[in-house]
């Protein structure tokens, strides 16, 4: 009886540390998007954040004429806890407190450009960590097995961390990837724009210059009978 006592322990502890495992790696605090603001405009967007947390913002101009946007971060309370003016990319990381924090990216300083704007939010300690220490109540009687539950759930938090690391060191390179790439074009079009201008050129002066040689070598006398 004390054995299937012991054993059922176990397997309370086993299922909760399960179930803790797949909510962890279930839900992403990490999120990312792209946009295209015209010329002339401003977007805002707008991000509900606990107390006590961290919220990170990272942006990218990947298109349009200079790479470069006003971005403005407010508080709830309506207080400027960041500005960037006219930047093709920057970083941002504040301490949250309760409430929805604005962030805007504003094109209104071009008349003609659209541009086209990523940006990647990441949010840190939104959970209250409840849900995560409910499994050490049924740790009681795993001693006797030698099971360090605490420790595997350390090492797959930090497994989660560093792969959501590695999943936001992708996207940003995936954005920088974009964007040279979107330059890459604009050039390739510029120089060939700019060489057939120049072999018009060089057709049209070859014409004048040849016309103006044949013109020094007519003999324009005329024969008097």
Not at 167 to 190: C, G, H, K, P
């Amino acid at each position: 009886m004390w054995w299937s006592m012991e054993v059922l322990t176990v397997c309370v502890a086993f299922s909760s540390l399960f179930v803790s495992v797949i909510n962890a790696f279930s839900q992403s605090l990490d999120s990312d998007f792209t946009f295209t603001l015209p010329a002339g405009r401003k977007e805002c967007f707008f991000q509900s954040m606990k107390k006590d947390a961290s919220l990170e913002i990272e942006y990218q101009v990947l298109d349009g004429a200079g790479l470069d946007v006003d971005f403005f971060l407010h508080s709830p309370n309506g207080h400027v806890l960041a500005f960037d003016h006219r930047k093709s990319d920057g970083v941002h990381t504040v301490e949250t407190e309760e409430g929805d924090y604005m962030f805007c990216f504003d094109n209104t300083f071009s008349a003609v450009s659209e541009k086209i704007i990523f940006f990647e939010l990441i949010l840190d300690n939104m959970d209250d960590g409840e849900e995560s220490e409910d499994w050490k109540a049924y740790v009681q009687g795993a001693d006797l097995l030698d099971m360090k539950l605490e420790d595997i759930m350390d090492t797959i938090n930090s497994v989660k961390a560093r792969l959501g690391k590695s999943l936001q060191i992708q996207t940003v390179l995936r954005a920088f990837e974009a964007r040279d790439r979107n330059l890459q074009e604009s050039n390739y079009e510029r120089v060939n724009m700019w060489s057939c201008t120049n072999l018009v050129v060089m057709v049209i002066v070859s014409g004048v210059q040849v016309y103006l040689l044949r013109s020094l070598f007519d003999d324009k006398r005329k024969a008097r009978t």
